[in-house]
């Protein structure tokens, strides 16, 4: 199977304006987390979303936010870039079967804000 | 909300030798513990996990300990190689919530 995949891979954005970024997960993966990772901060969780619905969301403005598609693609879109929104953004799924709880990370999209 | 310490922050080995690395957690709900590798410019690659219901695993030259009572949980290398070099971060959650909570990650160095 194909792993997770995110587009873009890398982003420079300046100040103001707003990003779109996506994760198609694993086939049959119906649950999409999002991760910000940075040097200060660490790995911290933003979101998930399960059946096109959020239904965990971590510590982070209302400027982040959400998607999922109905083929658990997922997108995340951040708005009024603050330059401490630079950073790598990895999405990861899992397969939620009731079973396994593992969570399989994409390459991360790698945000640059000038 | 969880709350995931990790020591130490850096970690240098000779090859051969083992290599520890404890992160501890206060939420007495986690009950899922993965640890995730991560290589330079690469993505997080889970190498092990645990569940609260087990109290160690092993996983060839890997193994992770959990003392549910101390909240507490341990990685343990050993024969450690070249390959090993890697930032590893410890992670906890409750099983299902696909919400976890990272460590603030462990540089290992291996040293040939």
């Known amino acids: 199977k194909a792993g997770v995949t995110q587009t873009p891979r890398y982003l420079i954005k300046t100040r103001g304006q707003q990003v779109t970024l996506s994760c198609s997960p694993i086939?049959?993966?119906?649950?999409v987390s999002w991760y910000q990772q940075t040097p200060g901060q660490g790995l911290q969780f933003l979101f998930e979303?399960?059946?096109?619905?959020?239904?965990n969301k971590g510590n982070f403005p209302g400027r982040f936010s959400g998607r999922q598609f109905s083929n658990s693609r997922s997108e995340m879109n951040v708005s009024t870039l603050e330059l401490g929104d630079s950073a790598l953004y990895l999405c990861?799924?899992?397969?939620?079967?009731?079973?396994?709880?593992?969570?399989?990370f994409g390459p991360g999209t790698r945000l640059l804000v000038l | 909300g969880e709350n995931v310490e990790q020591h130490p922050s850096t970690l240098s080995v000779q090859e051969g030798d083992s290599a520890v690395i404890k992160c501890t957690y206060s939420d007495s709900a986690s009950n899922y513990f993965p640890w995730y590798k991560q290589e330079l410019g690469k993505r997080p690659q889970l190498i092990i996990d645990?569940?609260?219901?087990?109290g160690e695993k092993k996983d060839q030259r890997i193994a992770v300990t959990l003392n549910k009572t101390a909240k507490h949980f341990s990685l343990h290398i050993t024969e450690t190689q070249p390959e090993d070099s890697a930032v590893y971060f410890c992670?906890?959650?409750?099983?299902?919530?696909?919400?976890?909570?990272f460590g603030t990650g462990t540089r290992l160095t291996v040293i040939p």
């Open positions: 645990i569940r609260s219901n087990v």
């Open positions: 979303y399960f059946s096109e619905t959020q239904r």
């Open positions: 086939s049959g993966h119906r649950s």
């Open positions: 990861a799924s899992s397969i939620e079967d009731g079973r396994q709880e593992t969570q399989y």
């Open positions: 992670a906890a959650s409750r099983a299902g919530a696909n919400n976890l909570f």
